[in-house]
């Protein structure tokens, strides 16, 4: 009887032993595996660093005016996407800019075609000329005018059609092209 309670005494501290070096080995790996994931993050941190003081002051005085709040937490209003790129911000400013004047040929320049347009029961326009066949009357509807010049660009997020000028209809939207320009893929009324 000794020998079985002996035998099985021997077992349990075994097995014991077993879990306790299966346990240690685990904190090891999951501290590795945090060792890891944090010199990643180091190293994403650093190149994210880099390619901000490459683009110079104005992107870093956009991103402090605003990537914080005054007590020092950083807000997510969406727009950090739109903002990361500055090509997003320039392409929606020409946009702006072109509905403003209401400038046919410089609005035809933004347009990757074929591109929707809404007038009446919409339409797809095919190149420059069917655009302009429209007339500027009609494309710069005072409803889009409206809607483009109270947009706040920095508001700018991407969605699945691509990014989105204006809240709601009236808008425009625009996506990045094969090329990796942007071009204008939908005017809303």
Excluded: H, W
């Excluded at 003081?53 to 914080?68: C, L, V």
């Excluded at 591109?115 to 095919?126: F, P, R």
């Excluded at 660009?153 to 092209?177: C, H, S, W």
């Amino acid at each position: 009887m000794k020998k079985k309670l002996a035998a099985l005494t021997l077992c349990m501290c075994a097995g014991l032993a077993t879990t306790a070096c299966g346990a240690a080995g685990e904190a090891a790996d999951v501290q590795q595996t945090q060792e890891e994931t944090q010199a990643e993050e180091t190293t994403a941190s650093d190149a994210e660093q880099e390619a901000i003081e490459a683009e110079g002051p104005e992107m870093k005085q956009s991103e402090s005016e605003s990537g914080t709040e005054a007590d020092g937490a950083e807000t997510s209003t969406g727009a950090e996407e739109a903002e990361a790129d500055p090509k997003v911000m320039a392409f929606a400013n020409q946009v702006k800019e072109a509905v403003a004047a209401k400038d046919l040929d410089a609005l035809s320049a933004l347009i990757a075609y074929p591109v929707y347009v809404g007038i009446e029961e919409g339409a797809v326009i095919e190149d420059a000329d069917a655009l302009a066949e429209l007339g500027a009357e009609a494309v710069f509807d005072e409803s889009l005018v409206s809607a483009i010049d109270a947009f706040d660009n920095a508001t700018l997020v991407e969605v699945g059609a691509g990014y989105v000028m204006g809240d709601g209809k009236p808008n425009i939207i625009f996506d990045r092209q094969e090329d990796g320009s942007f071009g204008i893929t939908g005017i809303n009324y």
